[in-house]
C-alpha cells in the first residue's frame, strides 16, 4: 500500500508544471547590461527582475492567417509599386501586343471550347494525361 502511495505522489510531481521563469537585469560594473534566467553575480547590480511566461506556439489557424496577411502585404506591395512606376517587373498592360490572322485565332478559340466541354465531361476525376493532352492541343492551337 505505501509502494502504491508513493509511486501516485511521485507521478503528481512529475506532472506537475514548471516553477516560474525569472528574467534578471544585471549591471556589470563597467556598466555594461546582461538580461539573464540566472540570479546576477555578486559583482553585478540586479536592476530589475520580472517573472517570465513563455508564449504559447500559434495555431495553425493563426499561422495560416499570418500566411495569408504576408501574401496580402506583398501583393499589394506589388500593385503600388506598379502604379507608381518603382516596380522591378514590368506590368502586364506594358508592351506591344501581338496580333494574330483571324483564322488562327479562331482555331484556338474553338480548340478552348473543345477542351473546356471535355473538362466539363469528365469533371474532377480527369486524368493527368486528360489534362495534358487537351493543354497541349491548345498550346499548339494558340501559337
Not at 503528481?12 to 521563469?21: D, E, H, K, N, S
Not at 506591395?77 to 496580333?99: F, V
Not at 478559340?109 to 477542351?115: G, L, V
Request: charged content about 25%; hydrophobic content about 30%.
Amino acid at each position: 500500500m505505501v509502494m502504491r502511495w508513493m509511486l501516485a505522489m511521485g507521478l503528481l510531481v512529475i506532472a506537475m508544471p514548471a516553477a516560474a521563469q525569472q528574467v534578471h537585469k544585471c549591471v556589470s560594473q563597467d556598466g555594461s547590461v546582461s538580461y539573464q534566467s540566472a540570479p546576477c553575480a555578486s559583482t553585478a547590480k540586479q536592476e530589475k527582475s520580472w517573472d517570465a511566461k513563455p508564449e504559447p506556439p500559434p495555431t495553425n489557424a493563426e499561422r495560416w492567417r499570418r500566411y495569408y496577411e504576408a501574401r496580402r502585404g506583398e501583393a499589394d506591395s506589388q500593385y503600388l509599386s506598379r502604379l507608381a512606376g518603382t516596380s522591378r517587373t514590368p506590368s502586364r498592360a506594358q508592351g506591344a501586343a501581338i496580333s494574330s490572322s483571324s483564322g488562327s485565332n479562331a482555331r484556338c478559340e474553338q480548340t478552348k471550347r473543345s477542351r473546356d466541354a471535355a473538362y466539363e465531361r469528365y469533371g474532377l476525376n480527369r486524368t493527368f494525361e486528360q489534362s495534358s493532352y487537351w493543354d497541349g492541343r491548345v498550346r499548339d492551337a494558340c501559337k
